[in-house]
């Protein structure tokens, strides 16, 4: 797996309506509640997500749909792009056609959670050792149910759980950051969330540790009505962030960022 350092994380946020005649940016509800909303895979752009390519054998394809399934369940992520602001196409997508902002974060202390999504043509393939080792293991259950414990040694079966659970981490983990080549442009770091630890589908930047995500810019988009002060306001419960505000190249298709007055 690699891990990308944990400096320099962007994450664009949209505008979410309008509130009392203003637009209302789904940014200021994250740096004012300090919480990030957490994707479901049901929900994000690709619906490839979190898919491999299932063995044809009946039983065994139902059991790795089954694991499929409960991965997607029992996770969410938290999507970041890698040193990459000034991408028109990001912010096109994930705010607003520029409307929205884009908020840089760091990480206050250790964490190995934080991984890049590898990008590909082909999907993830159960690999032919643990199809093989799931058949055994199969075989080896069914001999207990039929002929109780006695069948076979308890070392043979513990021996065979522990190889296929070394054989899943690495199955697991590229089901949760692969992705096809078109993405490639995102360079999109990911954080998956135990969905049991959300509340409401929110989790916070801070952990019970003290250890969490820093918010050390804010980026206002080409088209964003926010102001400095209204940033300022958001930010009354943190340390004040940079605030800088996206401008358009006059000669290239280039996005530049100034200091936003104050």
Not at 74 to 81: A, E, N, Q, S
Not at 86 to 113: Q, T, V
Not at 156 to 175: D, I, S
Request: hydrophobic share 35%; with cysteine.
């Amino acid at each position: 797996m690699q891990t990308p350092s944990h400096e320099d994380l962007y994450m664009y946020f949209g505008c979410s309506g309008e509130d009392e005649g203003s637009i209302r940016q789904s940014a200021q509800l994250a740096i004012e509640s300090r919480k990030f909303k957490v994707s479901r895979f049901d929900r994000l752009n690709d619906p490839f997500e979190c898919r491999i390519v299932a063995p044809v054998n009946s039983g065994l394809k139902e059991m790795f749909e089954n694991m499929t399934r409960t991965v997607r369940e029992t996770f969410g992520l938290l999507c970041f792009c890698k040193g990459k602001w000034s991408d028109p196409l990001m912010w096109s997508h994930y705010a607003s056609k520029h409307e929205g902002i884009c908020l840089r974060f760091s990480f206050d202390g250790f964490c190995d959670n934080i991984r890049a999504v590898t990008y590909s043509e082909e999907l993830p393939v159960v690999p032919s050792s643990l199809l093989e080792l799931t058949e055994n293991l199969i075989l080896v259950r069914g001999a207990i149910q039929d002929h109780g414990t006695h069948a076979v040694s308890e070392g043979l079966l513990n021996g065979l759980e522990y190889r296929a659970t070394e054989l899943l981490g690495p199955l697991t983990e590229q089901m949760l950051s692969r992705k096809h080549l078109s993405w490639k442009y995102e360079n999109e770091v990911r954080m998956p969330i135990s969905l049991k630890n959300t509340e409401g589908g929110y989790c916070d930047w801070i952990g019970d540790d003290g250890t969490g995500f820093v918010v050390r810019e804010v980026i206002l988009g080409a088209r964003c009505s926010a102001k400095y002060s209204d940033v300022a306001a958001w930010c009354a419960q943190i340390d004040m962030p940079e605030v800088n505000r996206c401008h358009l190249h006059r000669r290239k298709y280039e996005l530049l960022k100034k200091q936003e007055s104050r």
